[in-house]
């Protein structure tokens, strides 16, 4: 019997936050999400900074500049906060 290694290198492509959740589509087309209110600075944002998001390094990260909140996807994905 064989096993196939995958490697963890999750990217995300698109982010949407709703008024209580934050939800994160992956490039392989998993989509995670998490409670707005683990990430205090996200939780306290209007909608237009919550919508100025970026992707960092290999689409690794998640970047909100008006905010100043840096997510990992890794992160998002096991649930640490």
Same mark, same amino acid.
């Given at each position: ?17 709703? *008024? ?45 500049? *008006? ?15």
């Amino acid at each position: 019997m064989s096993t196939l290694a995958v490697e963890l290198h999750p990217q995300a492509h698109r982010i949407k936050c709703t *008024d209580t959740t934050i939800i994160v589509e992956l490039i392989d087309g998993r989509t995670i999400s998490a409670p707005l209110v683990w990430f205090p600075r996200l939780s306290q944002a209007s909608k237009e900074q919550l919508e100025n998001w970026e992707l960092l390094g290999d689409e690794e990260g998640i970047h909100w500049p *008006d905010v100043d909140e840096d997510l990992s996807v890794a992160g998002l994905l096991i649930g640490t906060h």
